[in-house]
C-alpha cells in the first residue's frame, strides 16, 4: 500500500511569502505529527492531530505556522510571511496500531523549504 | 522535559567493522525507546525498538539494549556494509501514541 506523501518535494519561497504544504497520511491511521528538522538536526515535534482534532501545538514556534486536518484524513501545514530560519525539512508521520500493543509512527519522505 | 543525546559523528568505519553509537536519554515516566534510520534521498525508517526496562530491539543485524539504569540505547552492529551508511536518530516517545524526541542523528559512513 501507499505510504505518507507530501508536497511538494521542494519549495523556495521568499522571505515575506506564505507556505502551504501538504501531507496525504496512510489510509485510515488516526494519528498525524508534524516535525520540522533543521539541517544537520534532529526533527523536532510541531503538532499533533487525532483524526480532526488538532490535540497538542505546543512545538509550533510561532503564530506564523498554522496546522489543520478538517476531514480527519489530508493535513496542510502552512507558514505565514516566512523567515529565514523557517528554512527547514518539514516531515509528516502518520500512526496507527500495528497490533494490540504495537504502535508505530510512519514518516513521509518531507518537504525541504528554502526562504531565500 | 525528554531529551535525547546521541554521539555526534561523522562515524567512518572500514566495512566488516564493530559499530556503536551511544545514545543516552532523560524523559518522565518510562519511555518506549527507538533507533529510526534515514539513508540518502529517502525518509525516516524506523529501525528497531524497545519499549521496557531489558528488552533487546534487533533488526538487519542491528541490535540496542534498553538499559534503564544507564538511562541507555547504544546502538551496535557486528559487521558493517557499504549500504548501512546513513543518517542514525536515537528517539524516545511517552505514552503510546504520541510525539517522538530525536537526538541530533550520528551519521555513519562505512568505506570498502
Known amino acids: 500500500g501507499a505510504g505518507v506523501s507530501q508536497s511538494p518535494r521542494y519549495k523556495v519561497a521568499k522571505r515575506g511569502q506564505d507556505v502551504a504544504l501538504r501531507c496525504d497520511p496512510i489510509s485510515g491511521h488516526v494519528s498525524l505529527f508534524w516535525y520540522q528538522q533543521a539541517l544537520g538536526q534532529g526533527p523536532e515535534f510541531l503538532t499533533y492531530?487525532?483524526?480532526?482534532?488538532?490535540?497538542?501545538k505546543s512545538g509550533l514556534p510561532s503564530d506564523r505556522f498554522f496546522a489543520e486536518r478538517p476531514e480527519g484524513s489530508v493535513s496542510t501545514l502552512k507558514i505565514q510571511r516566512t523567515q529565514q530560519e523557517d528554512s527547514a525539512v518539514y516531515l509528516c508521520?502518520?500512526?496507527?496500531?500495528?497490533?494490540?500493543?504495537?504502535?508505530?509512527?510512519?514518516f513521509g519522505p518531507g518537504t525541504r523549504l528554502t526562504v531565500t | 522535559g525528554n531529551s535525547v543525546t546521541q554521539m555526534e559523528g561523522p562515524v567512518t568505519l572500514s566495512e566488516e567493522a564493530f559499530l556503536t553509537i551511544n545514545c543516552t536519554y532523560t524523559a518522565t515516566g518510562y519511555p518506549s525507546l527507538f533507533w529510526y534510520v534515514q539513508y540518502p534521498g529517502e525518509g525516516l525508517q524506523l529501525l528497531l525498538k524497545a519499549t521496557k526496562a531489558d528488552d533487546k530491539g534487533s533488526n538487519k543485524g542491528f541490535e540496542a539494549t534498553y538499559r534503564k539504569e544507564t538511562t541507555s540505547f547504544h546502538l551496535e552492529k557486528g559487521s558493517v556494509q557499504v549500504s548501512d551508511s546513513a543518517v542514525y536518530f536515537c528517539a524516545l516517545r511517552t505514552g503510546t501514541a504520541s510525539k517522538l524526541t530525536f537526538g541530533t542523528g550520528t551519521r555513519l559512513q562505512v568505506t570498502l
Open positions: 492531530f487525532q483524526n480532526e482534532a488538532q490535540l497538542d
Open positions: 508521520a502518520s500512526g496507527s496500531f500495528r497490533d494490540r500493543d504495537s504502535y508505530e509512527q510512519y
